[in-house]
């Protein structure tokens, strides 16, 4: 099993292009998250899905759109990038069987630079 | 929303001594409590959790302790190795399908020999 997929791993973007982080896991989870890493803040939820057809905001969304189209896949996308928007980004899943919580698997992470 | 703290921001310890790191949380109905660790380059790996019905929780060198009453839960690592040496992160959430991590700030931990 590959886990969870992300790719880019790195990228440069002006200020105002756009871009989409792609996310990918083969565990079929329903439940899968952005998070944004940035030093001394630790990991902010940007969006997060509990399965295919539903999105929700997380504590950081502005700026970033998803959706969610199949089960395995969940990209974010960046419309309009900004220098506030260099982090390290995040992607992970995890299934919601019954009521408990279980592990969440992150991916290897994007490192986005907006100059 | 739920809100969590953790400390120290850096813990440097020698090899073989033990490391405690701490969190708080604020909202009284998180009833689950992951710790994750993070190498350098890589994404967060869950190390050990709790749940609200347990206080503690012990895998080999690592051991969480969770106080409800206080709202705060502990990472230790006895016999610490220089294997040790990475980020570890505390979260808190509510369990159910649409529960949502709260992490803290993050600790770096560095074991020296």
Known sequence: ????????????????????????????????????QDPGMGLRLIHYSVGAGITDQGEVPNG???????????PLRLLSAAPSQTSVYFCASRTTGGVLDTEAFFGQGTRLTVV | GENVEQHPSTLSVQEGDSAVIKCTYS???????????????KGPQLIIDIRS???EKKDQRIAVTLNKTAKHFSLHITETQPE?????????????????????????????L
């Open chain 2, 27 to 41: 909202d009284s109905a998180s009833n689950y409590f992951p710790w994750y660790k993070q190498e350098l380059g």
């Open chain 1, 64 to 74: 970033y759109n998803v959706s969610r189209s199949t089960t395995e896949d969940f």
């Open chain 2, 53 to 55: 019905n347990v206080g």
């Open chain 1, 1 to 36: 099993n590959a886990g969870v997929t992300q790719t880019p791993k790195f990228q440069v973007l002006k200020t105002g292009q756009s871009m989409t982080l792609q996310c990918a896991q083969d565990m079929n989870h329903e439940y899968m998250s952005w998070y944004r």
């Open chain 2, 84 to 112: 040790d040496s990475a980020v570890y992160f505390c979260a808190a959430s509510l369990t159910g399908t649409a529960s949502k991590l709260t992490f803290g700030t993050g600790t770096r931990l560095q074991v020296t």
